[in-house]
């Protein structure tokens, strides 16, 4: 293939709003997940962003079954739930945090699937809407417009919101008992990355589906963290890593015609590779 | 009138007293120790005086204003030990308590400033916490807690970790921000240094031992036990 037929195909692609949504919607699920990824990985965090994902799965199993017009609206408010009760009360929670998440993670797996198998979605096959759902391999390119337009806005609030608050985001992530001892609200404030959290996965699950979110959230901050080593330097990184996978693997799957999700990821992992590189040449230098 | 009195406070989690009856005041320009064995409650009384847990029973009285005037050295977490931040970014980030706006004003930087100049780390504030030596860390977060900090300071073990050089430093340091005005409140299982150091001294061991003068303390039959097993 040369390289003008690339770019004609990529032309012609781009020239249809289903693919412009998709880019649009994933460029913004993207940065607002590379952000908080900072967030949750520094705070040890990271396995809750795989285990909100899955109890967004058992929702979204839920609303299809319901028949809601727009899956978001019952699989918001459930994800945002839970993750205020993992982020919030975990501490007073009997059970350990990662044993109540693993324990959560394939429980709301399993009731979904059970769920998509008792109660099959009208004139849908079922393995077909498992395997978009859990890897978001078509519905990205299938985003009604009011879907998008909700991404765009709570993709935009996302951003605003970190850029407003990235002092005390800082402060809460590196201290949080000293953010609480010199008169911080850090209740109030871990609820409120709690909801966020919970947002951008829900907005998630249509780019790269509810197993493969976690890549989104981890791999731009760990890239990052291997070659910069102040906080904002690190942030900064990470949203332009995680924008710049999100384009690529979204181009390069409908140039291939692989799934888009696992191709953001693995862009995301050829990223990743690049950085330790990086990271080991400017260790040795 | 004292800063902070303490009248039969009992400290704990969820209800389960670690240390009780303890009764004590300090008093501005005071710099009291607070010694113990390990387990004795020394971090749950002072995570209680921050207002981090409510105490579970008796009366702790902080004079009005000094909440929001208090700084705070705690131990390090495992999580800070390779946090990618600038030491800026960390001694700045204990300015919030200074201003409500989303940004840092320029009041807000120069006090930051003003603080890495005092604790002598103005060669390193642009290098990265994480590749610090121990001694350094403990500086940058000493100068953080200065920051939130005018009138009192609150230190859990600032000398943890340290060498014996590097732990003089510290508590030469903390002396002098003594001399120059702050109330010190210090947990240290360093008895010898307690003494020589503070004007004040809290035993506690579930329940309170000794409050007094630190002179007192050493010469009374407790103290010098305990100093006898610190340093044999």
Known sequence: M????????????????????????????????????????????????????HVAFGAMAIATVLNFSNNMLLVLPITILFSILLLHGGRRVKIQGDAAIAMMSVGALAIGYILFNLFPPKGGNVSGDVCTT????????????????????????VVVLFVLFYNRVFALTFDGEFAAATGMRTGLYNAAVAVVIATVISLAMNLVGSLLISALLVFPALSAMRVYK?????????????????????VASILAGTPVGATIVAADIAGFLLFSLLGALKGKK | MALLTCENVSVGYEGKPVAEAITFAVNPKDYLCIVGENGSGKTTLMRTILGLLPPLSGKMTLEEGVRHHIGYLPQQSPVQRDFPASVREVVLSGCLSRGRGPFFTRAQKALADKNIARLNITKIANHCYRELSGGQQQRVLLARALCAADKMLLLDEPAAGLDPQITQEMYDLIGDLNQSGLTIIMITHDVGAAIRNASHILHVSRTPLYFGESEGYAQSPLGSAFLKEANP
């Open chain 1, 2 to 53: 040369n390289t003008g037929g690339i770019w004609e195909t990529l032309g012609f692609y781009l020239s249809y709003p289903f693919v412009q949504y998709a880019l649009i919607v994933g460029v913004l699920v993207a940065l607002s997940a590379s952000l908080l990824g900072v967030v949750l990985v520094l705070r040890r965090l990271s396995y809750i962003g795989d285990g909100l994902a």
């Open chain 1, 230 to 250: 102040s906080f904002r330097s690190v942030v900064i990184c990470a949203a332009v890593f995680g924008v710049t996978a999100a384009l690529v693997g979204i």
């Open chain 1, 134 to 157: 859990l890897f978001g391999s078509t519905s990205i390119l299938t985003l009604s417009q009011e879907e998008v337009w909700l991404s765009i806005g709570l993709g935009f609030v």
